[in-house]
């Protein structure tokens, strides 16, 4: 074991510990020979493992130094002393994510969209190096005190197509940010990598992961397994992307560039002249690692939940909000009986010179759904601005909206454009998008008006 001020292969003097895990203590330490304050990691040695702790060690090396990425921990060095191996990496000046939310809360929904998209892109470029990292969860997010994220801790990282008869019948990860398929024994893929990320970005945003915590892990096991999960509440339009991550079918996420590139896009306005999207669909990416790792079982964070939404009462005078406010409305009203073979979207009608709206329902779960709607530019000149507006129906009431101004008397609703997406071209189309509460029946899809300005 090495101690303070020692000195270990001739020129790394150790200051002071920086944090401990299952397996490794993290020396921050000064390089002598260049001068220069870097983290030492000292593998631990664990029981009857013997020469693992050897190639642990050079394997993470290995790994680690191939990634070179501004929002990745760079590695330097591996080397034995006294029977100790030691890995020399980047310091930065930084504390956990899980630190980060333990002191400040759940944080604001700009600075995960910001954190999503830099650990995205360092990962990304992993994944382009054929690397899975395995263990992408707060503890192993670096947050500088400018907001910079890193992601660090390769130690159970793998190459696609490496042989991992070490990790053969045990599980690898952080049980809260495992993915279904490793969760029920399956192999790791780079799919399994962008689960964790939407994990760890739920945590952030709600301040406990997905599946919440448990002290007994066969339960999370189980709630992970059997993809019970909630839509994150104070989502808004990150909501989409993250159930997108957290799809319990690996073959159904997004890659981990495409992630970064629908965070990217999150809040911004839609491109006039940019063709409907149709649903995103995503082939599997199934590159497999035979095999499984040690296991690392953490509790998660159990950290106190948001207020809860105050309610407006309908009938009160009109309720204005803007992108990314929230409003919640109740109706009284009894839901009438939806048909089963009622549609999920509705368009309005072709209006001449005038504009389309088209409301479809994306998300759907116990409580609640989630609709876009896009507005069609019918006319043969340019939009300057347009407005939907609909008749709630009985027993659902809108809680989020974003990328428009939603105006509600009653169960009447107004939605007019956010002003950046007021300029809509001929055939070109914009949208806004929203959150209900169902307090009766299914998910309502209303039948809409779309006037011009």
Known sequence: MAFEEQLVNG????????????????????????DRVVAVKQFLHEPGKGGDVCERAI???????????????AVYD??????????????????????????????????????????????????SDWILHRDVTPNNVLVTGDGTARITDFGVSRSLGEHPAADEGVVVGTLPYLAPEVARGGEAGLPSDVY??????????????????????????????????????????????????????????????????????????????????????????????????????????ALADRPGTTAVTVG????????????????TAPAPARASDEPAERTTPPAPGG??????????????AQAQVTVHNDRPTRLTGWTVTWVQPGGAGIRDLWNGTLSQTGSSVTVSDAGWNALVEPDGSASFGLNQDITAGGPAV????CRTN
């Open 446 to 449: 209303p039948v809409l008006s």
């Open 59 to 73: 394997r993470e090396a290995r790994l680690a130094s191939r990634l070179r990425h501004p929002h990745a921990v």
């Open 316 to 331: 009160q005078p009109p309720t204005t909000i803007t992108a990314d406010h929230t409003v919640h409305s109740t109706t």
């Open 355 to 368: 504009c389309t709206a088209r409301y479809e329902v994306t998300n759907a779960w116990p409580g609640g």
């Open 11 to 34: 020129r790394y003097r150790l200051l002071g510990h920086l944090g401990r895990g299952a397996m490794s203590l993290v020396w921050r330490a000064r390089d002598e020979r260049l």
């Open 196 to 301: 964790s990320l939407g994990a760890t970005l739920y945590t952030a945003l709600e301040g406990t992961p997905p599946f919440g915590t448990s002290d007994d892990p066969i339960t999370l096991l189980r709630r992970i397994t059997e993809n019970q999960l909630t839509p994150p509440p104070h989502g808004g339009p990150l909501t989409a992307v993250l159930m997108r991550m957290l799809e319990r079918d690996p073959a159904a996420r997004p890659s981990m560039q495409e992630a970064v590139e629908l965070l990217a896009a999150v809040g911004k306005p839609v491109a006039a002249t940019a063709p409907r999207r149709s649903r995103l669909r995503r082939a599997a990416v199934t590159a497999a690692v035979a095999g499984l790792a040690s296991v690392s079982v953490a509790a998660g964070l």
């Open 78 to 127: 591996v080397f034995e002393d006294a029977g100790s191996m030691y890995l020399v990496m980047e310091y930065v000046a930084a504390r956990s994510l899980t630190d980060v939310l333990v002191e400040r809360g759940p944080l604001p929904r700009c600075d995960v969209l910001r954190l999503g998209r830099q650990i995205g892109a360092a990962l990304a470029a992993a994944h």
